[in-house]
T-cell receptor
Framework: GAVVSQHPSWVICKSGTSVKIECRSL??????MFWYRQFPKQSLMLMAT?????????EQGVEKDKFLINHASLTLSTLTVTSAHPEDSSFYIC??????????????FGPGTRLTVT | GENVEQHPSTLSVQEGDSAVIKCTYS??????FPWYKQELGKRPQLIID?????GEKKDQRIAVTLNKTAKHFSLHITETQPEDSAVYFC???????????FGKGTRLSVIA
C-alpha cells in the first residue's frame, strides 16, 4: 500500500514556542491531506483538510491562526502549532487518500507526532 | 455532518471467544466504512473495510457486516487471541477526498 511519513515522531517544546510537523506521501501524490488530533484515550478528531495549492479548511473550533497549514506540493503538507501551550499536547496524525489507486477511499496514515508542551 | 456512534466502549472476552463491535452512522451518503486497530502510541492500522455496495466481507478471523437501511455496521472477530487486544475504531466517509469520521473507539481485552 501507499506510504505516508511524518516528522518528527515526537517533540517536546516550551510553552510559547512554535512547532512544525511535516507529513509526506512517499510514493503517491496527495492533493488532499487530513490532519487529526488524538488526546489520550480518545478518538481521532479531524482538525483540518489540507488542499494542495489552496487554503486549508478548518473544523469548527480549530483556530486557523494557531494551527497553520501549508500544502505547497503534491507530496508535502505541514502543520505549525504556533505559540504552543500545554493544552496543545497531543498526538497529531496526518492521512492522505491515494486517489490514483483502485481503493480510492482508503486513507493512509502517517505514524503520528507526539507533541508535549512544557 | 456525519456522526458515528460506536458500542461498546470496552469489551473483555475470553481467549477463543468471539467479539462484536457495533457502529451506527447518520449520513446516508457515506459509502465507505473502515475498521482500524490502534495500539498505544501508534497509527491506526486498517484491518478491514467495506463499501456500501457490499453487505458482508470476511478476511480470515475478521468480518464486517453492513446494513445500509438501518445505517449500521459491525465488526466480528472470531477465535480471539491475546494479540487482538487493542483499541478498535470504526469510521465512515463518502468520496475518497473527504475525511473519515471516527467512532469513539472500543478497548478490547482478550483474556488468556
Amino acid at each position: 500500500g501507499a506510504v505516508v511519513s511524518q516528522h518528527p515522531s515526537w517533540v517536546i517544546c516550551k510553552s510559547g514556542t512554535s512547532v512544525k510537523i511535516e507529513c509526506r506521501s512517499l510514493d503517491f501524490q496527495a492533493t488532499t491531506m487530513f490532519w487529526y488530533r488524538q488526546f489520550p484515550k480518545q478518538s481521532l478528531m479531524l482538525m483540518a483538510t489540507s488542499n494542495e495549492g489552496s487554503k486549508a479548511t478548518y473544523e469548527q473550533g480549530v483556530e486557523k491562526d494557531k494551527f497553520l497549514i501549508n500544502h505547497a506540493s503534491l507530496t508535502l503538507s505541514t502543520l505549525t502549532v504556533t505559540s504552543a501551550h500545554p493544552e496543545d499536547s497531543s498526538f497529531y496524525i496526518c492521512s492522505a487518500p491515494d486517489l490514483s489507486g483502485t481503493s480510492g477511499n482508503e486513507q493512509y496514515f502517517g505514524p503520528g507526532t507526539r507533541l508535549t508542551v512544557t | 455532518g456525519e456522526n458515528v456512534e460506536q458500542h461498546p466502549s470496552t469489551l473483555s472476552v475470553q481467549e477463543g471467544d468471539s467479539a462484536v463491535i457495533k457502529c451506527t452512522y447518520s449520513d446516508s451518503a457515506s459509502n465507505y466504512f473502515p475498521w482500524y486497530k490502534q495500539e498505544l502510541g501508534k497509527r491506526p492500522q486498517l484491518i478491514i473495510d467495506i463499501r456500501s455496495n457490499v453487505g458482508e466481507k470476511k478476511d480470515q478471523r475478521i468480518a464486517v457486516t453492513l446494513n445500509k437501511t438501518a445505517k449500521h455496521f459491525s465488526l466480528h472477530i472470531t477465535e480471539t487471541q491475546p494479540e487482538d487486544s487493542a483499541v478498535y475504531f470504526c469510521a465512515a466517509s463518502t468520496a475518497g477526498n473527504t475525511p473519515l469520521v471516527f467512532g469513539k473507539g472500543t478497548r478490547l481485552s482478550v483474556i488468556a
